[in-house]
T-cell receptor, first 113, second 115 residues
Framework: GDSVTQMEGPVTLSEEAFLTINCTYTATGYPSLFWYVQYPGEGLQLLLKATKADDKGSNKGFEATYRKETTSFHLEKGSVQVSDSAVYFCALSNGGGGNKLTFGTGTQLKVEL | EAQVTQNPRYLITVTGKKLTVTCSQNMNHEYMSWYRQDPGLGLRQIYYSMNVEVTDKGDVPEGYKVSRKEKRNFPLILESPSPNQTSLYFC??????????????FGPGTRLTVL
């Protein structure tokens, strides 16, 4: 079945540091790929998405490129802020029941001054 | 405002006492799902519904029931809760739209503790 693997956290960075959170996937066909973010005490919010190979999703300074050849969708940001502290989930949608999302285990990011 | 609402947000109960977590969306979405979030496991789908009176099992349905009598509502029912159902639960809805990558909209979560 489909699966998503993302790097384990927690990741601790200083403000203005460069961020990379690795995500790789296993799926048949051509899934859509997503990054969701969960701020403390809140639900999940869509951060960015890509629906086909070589698409780049971007939002709030975050970027991720859909790489079919490496089955990856790594999340990057050039300069993180304290307000970016949250849990980040990589996910895919591959036409499963109810447009099911298959999630990675989540990566906690903590940004310090 | 487009949103998914859940109630209650927090619930502490005892083993075997039936409970219902409500979920409602105001976006006229066809598809709704329930997920549970556990440390080290991410989110896993419990049940989903593709329309009124159409529901089906997700990946971890044991111990749960759902119903979809109205398009906007999708309650999660635990008829005899057990401690292994202690978790954070999310309701989600989506409009079937392959071109948009099937974006899901999530509720704020319900933290359930079963003693």
């Amino acid at each position: 079945g489909d699966s998503v693997t993302q790097m384990e956290g927690p990741v601790t960075l200083s403000e203005e540091a460069f961020l990379t959170i690795n995500c790789t996937y296993t799926a048949t066909g051509y899934p859509s790929l997503f990054w969701y973010v969960q701020y403390p005490g809140e639900g999940l919010q869509l951060l960015l998405k890509a629906t086909k190979a070589d698409d780049k999703g971007s939002n709030k300074g975050f970027e991720a490129t859909y790489r079919k050849e490496t089955t990856s969708f790594h999340l990057e940001k050039g300069s993180v802020q304290v307000s970016d502290s949250a849990v980040y989930f990589c996910a895919l949608s591959n036409g499963g029941g109810g447009n099911k999302l298959t999630f990675g285990t989540g990566t906690q990011l903590k940004v310090e001054l | 405002e487009a949103q998914v609402t859940q109630n209650p947000r927090y619930l502490i109960t005892v083993t075997g006492k039936k409970l219902t977590v409500t979920c409602s969306q105001n976006m006229n979405h066809e598809y709704m799902s329930w997920y549970r979030q556990d440390p080290g496991l991410g989110l896993r789908q419990i049940y989903y519904s593709m329309n009124v009176e159409v529901t089906d099992k997700g990946d971890v349905p044991e111990g749960y029931k759902v119903s979809r009598k109205e398009k906007r509502n999708f309650p999660l029912i635990l008829e005899s809760p057990s401690p292994n159902q202690t978790s954070l639960y999310f309701c989600a809805s989506t409009l079937y739209s392959p071109r948009d990558g099937n974006e899901q909209f999530f509720g704020p979560g319900t933290r359930l503790t079963v003693l």
